[in-house]
Nanobody, 116 residues
Framework: QVQFVESGGGLVQPGGSLGLSCEPPGGVILAMDIMGWYRQGPGNERELVATINRDGHTNYADSVKGRFTMSIERYKERVYLQMNNLKPEDTALYYC?????????WGFGTRVTVFP
């Protein structure tokens, strides 16, 4: 496929957890790519949540630091985002893409809704 494919979203109560998964275009993550998770809440612009480089080093937005963990498994060509202690403000469509993103490869995202 041309687009990234995200999965794993759902409805969860505050304090709950979800794990997201990302399949890259063609099932292959380019070795030189820095991968990222993005999210876009209702009425908001898309924001970068987390990144991981080819050595496995991660960076997180302050809003999710300590709660979210990004990982990559290159042999499986998959990217993951483990989200713990979810808050209502985490409600958004979550997208996977490279950093900087491949503009023609945005997928549909996976929806995360945090609601009591």
């Amino acid at each position: 496929q041309v687009q990234f494919v995200e999965s794993g979203g759902g409805l969860v109560q505050p304090g709950g957890s979800l794990g997201l998964s990302c399949e890259p275009p063609g099932g292959v993550i380019l070795a030189m790519d820095i991968m990222g998770w993005y999210r876009q809440g209702p009425g908001n612009e898309r924001e970068l949540v987390a990144t991981i480089n080819r050595d496995g080093h991660t960076n997180y937005a302050d809003s999710v630091k300590g709660r979210f963990t990004m990982s990559i498994e290159r042999y499986k060509e998959r990217v993951y985002l483990q989200m713990n202690n979810l808050k209502p403000e985490d409600t958004a469509l979550y997208y996977c893409n490279s950093y900087g993103p491949r503009e023609n490869s945005w997928g549909f995202g996976t929806r995360v809704t945090v609601f009591p």
